[in-house]
């Protein structure tokens, strides 16, 4: 072109003019040159394109990079939507053609599994047949079997190489994943104990006494015993400082972890 109309239009009018296009015009036009790259890769655009396709959900995929791989993987952009529009559509062309391969599946728990939490290779599985299973996701091998418990495993949670499982014993235990050994028994529900979560320097449990407790993993220390909810716990969440439970009585609490405090009570749900 003698002139480049497009980088020479504000970036907001090129902006109008690409999204008309479709996701292989614009993979064309990111081909033209750097400037029509830089305005192709937009990452309003591909977002748009995102949500027209249903491809939000797949967000995901791109904070894993084990998923949707091809051949074709270094040609992707370091724009962010177009990264996800890319994976979203490999996925679902490998999906629709048949070109994917289902890894062996992981076996040796004798009854339901309850529950599974991943940290790097580690893959750490509770089940009721009281155990909680330590897998290798590289050979996809059980490493250890954890048996300390005396009623079914409810939850599990693992974090720099020690293992944490809550119990219908009412029991909480700490493990070293590699070993198999229990490293601390922590005590204090009133019940079962239904749910975990756990940062390598607190573990957090609740319980069907319907309190919610704060343990140091590295003493087994009970930190806070947190109580409000009315009826059982029915999901727990722990980001930094900030523990959150979901529970029976229609409420959500948000608690402070290192104080042991209610920060807010979220209510709204009917049931």
């Not at 391969?101 to 750490?124: F, N």
């Not at 979560?197 to 957090?204: Q, S």
């Not at 609490?253 to 042991?260: I, L, N, Q, T």
């Amino acid at each position: 072109l003698a002139v480049d109309i497009l980088c020479q239009v504000p970036p907001d009018v090129a902006e109008k003019i690409l999204s008309y296009l479709d996701a292989t015009s614009l993979c064309a036009v990111a081909t033209c040159s750097r400037g029509w790259r830089l305005l192709a890769d937009n990452d309003d655009i591909w977002q748009r394109l995102c949500i027209k396709q249903d491809y939000i959900k797949f967000e995901y995929l791109t904070r894993q990079p084990w998923v949707g791989r091809s051949s074709h993987a270094h040609t992707i952009p370091p724009s962010h939507w177009k990264h996800v529009y890319a994976q979203a559509h490999t996925l679902e062309w490998n999906w629709r053609h048949g070109s994917y391969v289902v890894p062996p599946l992981l076996k040796g728990h004798k009854l339901t599994v309850t529950s599974i939490a991943r940290d790097g290779d580690l893959l750490v599985s509770g089940s009721r047949d009281n155990t909680a299973r330590v897998w290798n996701l590289q050979t996809l091998e059980c490493t250890n079997v954890l048996e300390a418990h005396t009623d079914s495993v409810n939850d599990v949670a693992v974090k720099d190489g020690l293992v944490a499982t809550a119990s219908s014993d009412g029991l909480v235990r700490v493990f070293n994943a590699k070993s198999g050994q229990c490293l601390r028994l922590l005590q204090g529900h009133m019940g079962s104990v239904d749910h975990i979560t756990f940062d390598g320097k607190i573990i957090v449990s609740a319980g069907a006494d319907c309190s919610v407790r704060v343990w140091e993993a590295q003493k087994g220390r009970l930190l806070h015993t947190l109580t409000g909810h009315s009826q059982e716990i029915e999901c727990l969440l722990l980001n930094g400082d900030i523990a959150v439970s979901g529970s029976w009585d229609s409420s959500i609490r948000v608690w402070s972890a290192p104080y042991g405090v209610c920060r807010l009570v979220l209510t709204g749900h009917t049931q």
